[in-house]
């Protein structure tokens, strides 16, 4: 197959938009696209190109004091009656084209038509995003070939419609468990019941006051919410179990561990298991580069509550951001399209910030 990532079209960002979107790429089914781009890069000439997997690093080595990233999956959730893409005035719609080709299509047209940038940049484009984290293409870098990463600050380009989110919140699932004794109903005094017992952990929730956070101006608004509960045996049984499984969404002033030890005290006297967590991301505003990077952009960062993968870079320590053309209430909807005048834009300022 002839690339159709051709240099006429790797000039235009909205043209690359709709290329990178008609090829095909769901979670697991990378390995097309990640040739197309992996082919580019190479014959950008001024970018030192490797590979893992279906993921694609290409970077400048130009001696600059400064190093940043700018990263992008490659793949696309399952298309839903949205491929290939079409044009109606000024949106592209299509399976991707927010979440997030559109990103994908800045961050690759500047990588091949910016060869001396003001920072040392490296592109990242990466696999397996929408799907399980073991398949993620930024975490199997981050696990075998840290050095790709290093960087004094990085951009995201998920779908953001133009504005900047900074850090993200983390996430804790946990179950509270509760425990009584079985007894048959007919003689219900014999035994003791958990799912009454559980009547406390859901005062505790009612009673609940999360705490809203501002970090370097972004807001953040914690939450904790039951999302589940079971127990019962049968409809003559005094239940002797009942679980109620919480989550908590912290803001990223507290640490993982930290977040564990509070939702510990919320339900002090209960049985509590952590089944799954996530560290958050704290903004990180005080980089050089991400301070120029806002001040290109010229608006104020907004706080992302949603986990992404920002985290992962501030889990190298590495402040990172979301920042992308697409409109985020689209990623994933059968009617999902993007602006090209948003694509347009996007390039430009990264443009801007990039040539310094
Ligand atoms: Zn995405």
Not at 156 to 163: F, R
Request: glycine share 8%.
């Amino acid at each position: 197959m002839a690339n159709p990532l051709t240099p006429d079209v790797l000039v235009d960002p909205v043209e690359l938009t709709r290329a990178l979107v008609d090829i095909e790429s769901v979670s697991r089914d990378e390995k097309v696209i990640a040739d197309c781009v992996e082919d580019v890069l190479r014959r950008a000439g001024h970018l030192t190109v490797e590979r893992l997997g279906h993921t694609v690093m290409g970077r400048t080595d130009l001696g600059r004091a400064q190093r940043v990233i700018l990263a992008g999956h490659l793949d696309t959730v399952p298309i839903n009656d949205n491929w290939p893409s079409t044009v109606v005035d000024d949106l592209i719609y299509g399976c991707g084209t927010s979440d997030m080709k559109s990103g994908v299509a800045i961050a690759l047209h500047l990588a091949t038509t910016l060869p001396d940038p003001a920072y040392d940049v490296t592109y990242l484009f990466y696999e397996a995003e929408e799907i399980e984290s073991e398949f993620n293409g930024l975490k199997l870098v981050a696990d075998s070939r840290p050095e790709w990463l290093r960087a004094e600050f990085a951009v995201l380009l998920e779908p953001t419609y133009g504005v900047v989110e900074a850090g993200c919140q983390g996430t804790v699932s946990a179950l509270v468990r509760t425990h009584g004794r079985r007894a048959h109903t007919a003689r219900a005094w014999r035994g003791e019941n958990a799912i009454h017992a559980a009547g406390e952990v859901l005062r505790r929730l009612e009673g609940y006051h999360p705490r809203t956070v501002t970090i370097d101006g972004c807001t953040y608004r914690e939450g904790l919410n039951a999302v589940r509960i079971n127990g019962g045996i049968a409809g003559n049984v005094v239940p002797d179990e009942c679980s109620v499984e919480v989550n908590l969404r912290f803001a990223p002033d507290r640490s993982e561990q930290q977040a564990h030890e509070h939702l510990r005290e919320v339900f002090q006297g209960f049985d509590l298991e952590i089944v799954d967590s996530a560290p958050g991301a704290l903004p990180g505003l005080n980089a050089t580069a991400a301070r120029e990077f806002l001040t290109a952009v010229g608006v104020e960062p907004a706080a992302k509550l949603g986990w992404t993968d920002v985290a992962r870079f501030a889990a190298l320590g590495i402040p990172a951001m979301n920042y992308g053309p697409g409109d985020p209430s689209l990623a994933h909807a059968p009617d999902e399209h993007v602006e090209i005048g948003q694509i347009r834009d996007g390039a430009a300022t990264l443009h801007r910030w990039l040539a310094g």
